[in-house]
């Protein structure tokens, strides 16, 4: 199998890169303070409703308002509809299906299992985070509930109750996003990427005038560094904007995220830059700067002429980070407006509910199967030795748990456990000793309660690498004092609750994160692999002459290859809690693939764009002769992604010739459109294919080229 090779840079000591993440990660930054002030006040709200009315399972809602909240203002009020849809319809699930097993053991046991796989399920395809949280956690808590040995009716009115508390939970939520500001679309994906170019810009100012960057300047792209772009992903993932703007604005946010690493790299670095690299660096601060402008007036970034005079003596990373920049504008390949592409196409199917590759994804079926392990261990455990105090905080605990989008196995391991130790036992169980016996009102409460949904809700705001720790902690803090709207006094009641999470714990580190689980390296090289695949199938299609079976394959292998890419990044910040001896090689290919990973992103969405000459839709018809020559190109493009893929597992040397072939039928095809250029001209868009088909052969072959030389033979 292929290696990486790797410097002999010293590797940071364990504690001393803890103290440095925690310190930038715990840092305030723009925005922040007024996000925690929304959620603690969303929080706090519902658990002053839910106790004046006198409302079990009222952690939900401090659940639901702190998740929720979390997104962007336009995200939450877009999303509440679903939310309360999704929420009932887990509701009517419930008392619908209930009803034919309630009375027969068995039958009930196999509806719980089958329950707790269906909701795990969704959970893994249900693209909007919000309207999942409505509906699977209102089985996994309807399970305990028709579990008890109380009549029908009560189970049927606590059931409804949660209809209730997810009521409360949206409606005031939205209601604190309405009383925070105007909301301004796009904003809450602009606005951060912005930010990391003016960061970049300061920096390459700095140098570029031969002085040194100045601490505040230092300081903040480092914070921006450390931050990452994972909460951007993922707000994109959970948005409702079409896939089209997913998909682009997805691209940009690697390309920026890998160029806010670099800048951030430079800032450790000793060099003087030379007259010439004065120039290189002024023109890419003024590329930089141009992109940022055009971002914030909503309009597509010009192209920028990419560098071919080779790499500047004096500076590192400096070609490196003009090719990145000159990437950002092919983000947008095939649109002439921001409005164009944000706009659903006609042809293309708008955004679903459910993940396009719901039904086609084995990994979809292997997550839910795990899960449903876990929780459904956990279900017999508790039930054999009759501890039904530990019911609700099981459950919860495992679905929660799994809500996590960090990739590393131990890394989600490490903050369970740490937001157990914490919310449950340190605040949870201490605040009934030494606090509660001393308030007599709802007033006292208050004040703890939003002290610790503060803490929560500041962990939560970093970047995903830690914000579960804090939704872990505010979930078990809930859970031990707000099951019941009375003051929990009793340690036997916090004993319980404590003791399920720590059994949900237990059992999903030994079942969901042990199963078929490898380390977050390994499955971060084989995912960027298994993207590579996926991509080099994406070039070929259409395989079917029928349009409409050809657009749903082809968007169920975007949707797959953008959860791919999201993944592969995901893992790559998990690679970075996992230690040991082969920690020095993991880092070096978490380097590498890295610096691969925004070209791949890059060329993904290239190959969207010219999937649309492929499919001959509207305002994209070429001349058949010059389909013909295309086919014949991608089919060799799609090949020599084969290719990069069994170079990296090591299974054939590198062939040369492909990348050789390419380079002639792209030749050819330009050859076509120039003999047939009027009736080329004639489609709406032709003018813009041949360069955009320039550009994805220059990033194909750089690619391959990059990723050759950081592979050598075993």
């Not at 809450?188 to 960061?199: C, Y």
């Not at 649109?335 to 086609?360: C, G, H, N, T, W």
């Not at 990994?363 to 017999?380: N, T």
């Not at 001959?616 to 992604?641: H, K, N, R, T």
Request: hydrophobic share 50%.
């Amino acid at each position: 199998m292929g290696t990486f090779a790797h410097g002999t840079q010293d590797v940071p000591k364990p504690l001393t890169w803890l103290w440095q993440f925690l310190k930038h990660e715990l840092a305030p930054y723009p925005g922040r303070a007024m996000t925690v002030a929304r959620m603690v006040l969303a929080a706090t709200l519902v658990m002053i409703i839910c106790n004046t009315f006198r409302i079990p399972y009222a952690f939900l809602g401090g659940i639901y308002a702190l998740a929720i909240s979390r997104e962007s203002p336009r995200a939450t009020l877009n999303s509440a509809g679903t939310i309360l849809l999704l929420t009932v319809g887990g509701v009517a699930y419930v008392l619908v299906s209930v009803q034919f097993v309630v009375s027969v053991p068995l039958l009930h046991f196999l509806w719980n299992i089958g329950s707790l796989y269906l909701a795990f399920y969704a959970l893994t395809v249900v693209t909007n985070y919000g309207a999942f949280m409505g509906f699977a956690l209102v089985i996994s808590i309807a399970v305990t509930i028709w579990d008890r040995h109380l009549s029908a009716e009560s189970n049927v009115e606590d059931t409804l109750r949660l209809s209730l508390v997810a009521l409360i939970a949206v409606v005031v939520t939205s209601g604190v996003e309405l009383a925070f500001g105007r909301i301004r679309p796009g904003d809450d994906i602009v606005v951060p990427v912005a930010e990391r170019l003016a960061a970049v810009h300061s920096v390459l100012i700095c140098y570029a005038e031969r002085r040194p960057v100045d601490q505040a300047t230092e300081e903040k792209v480092i914070r921006l560094g450390m931050l990452g772009t994972s909460a951007l992903r993922v707000a994109l993932r959970r948005s409702d904007y079409s896939p089209q703007y997913r998909a682009q604005m997805s691209g940009v946010v690697a390309l920026v995220g890998t160029l806010v690493d670099i800048a951030t790299a430079l800032t450790q670095l000793s060099f003087e830059p030379s007259g010439i690299d004065q120039e290189h660096l002024r023109n890419l601060a003024a590329s930089v700067a141009s992109v940022r402008s055009d971002l914030m007036y909503r309009r597509i970034p010009d192209a920028i002429p990419v560098n071919t005079e080779g790499q500047p003596h004096r500076v590192p990373l400096l070609l490196e980070m003009e090719n990145i920049v000159a990437l950002i504008p092919h983000a947008f390949a095939g649109y002439r407006s921001i409005d164009e592409y944000q706009a659903p196409s006609e042809e293309m199917p708008a955004a679903k509910l459910i993940a396009a590759d719901a039904f086609v994804n084995p990994e979809h079926f292997r997550f839910a199967l795990k899960g449903c392990f876990a929780v459904s261990a956990c279900y017999v455990i508790y039930n054999s030795i009759d501890w039904p105090g530990m019911s609700v905080p099981v459950m919860l605990t495992c679905f929660t748990t799994a809500l996590s989008t960090i990739g590393a196995s131990r890394q989600r391991q490490v903050l369970r456990f740490a937001g157990f130790v914490v919310g449950g036992l340190l605040i949870g169980m201490s605040s009934q000793v030494f606090i509660l016996p001393y308030l007599d009102s709802i007033t006292g409460f208050t004040v703890l309660f939003v002290l610790v949904a503060a803490l929560a809700a500041w962990f939560m705001t970093s970047s995903p690498r830690l914000s579960f720790f804090g939704l872990q902690l505010g979930a078990v803090f809930f859970v031990i004092h707000m099951q019941k709207f009375a003051r929990e006094t009793s340690l036997s009641v916090g004993r319980d609750r404590v003791a399920g999470v720590f059994l949900g714990l237990l059992t999903m580190w030994l079942i969901f994160d042990q199963l078929w689980s490898v380390p977050a390296s390994v499955e971060m090289r084989s995912m960027f692999i298994s993207t590579l695949r996926l991509l080099a199938e994406f070039v070929r299609e259409p395989v079917s002459a029928d349009i409409r079976p050809a657009i749903q394959r082809t968007s169920a292998l975007r949707e797959t290859i953008n959860t791919k890419l999201d993944k592969v990044r995901s893992l790559a910040d998990g690679v970075l809690l996992e230690f040991g001896p082969s920690r020095p090689h993991a880092l070096a290919l978490r380097e590498h693939i890295r610096r691969w990973q925004p070209q791949l992103r890059a060329l993904f969405i290239m190959r969207g764009a010219s999937l649309k000459y492929r499919l001959q839709l509207p305002g994209f018809v070429l001349p058949e002769a010059v389909i013909a020559s295309l086919q014949a190109y991608d089919e060799c493009s799609a090949q020599m992604l084969e290719n990069i893929a069994d170079r990296m597992e090591g299974k054939m040397p590198w062939e040369r010739p492909v990348s050789a072939n390419s380079f002639a039928l792209l030749k050819q095809t330009q050859e076509l459109c120039r003999v047939d250029e009027r009736r080329l001209l004639l489609s709406e868009h032709g003018p813009t294919f041949v360069p955009l088909l320039r550009q994805i052969d220059l990033l194909t072959t750089r690619m391959a080229n990059e990723i050759e030389s950081g592979v050598d033979s075993a």
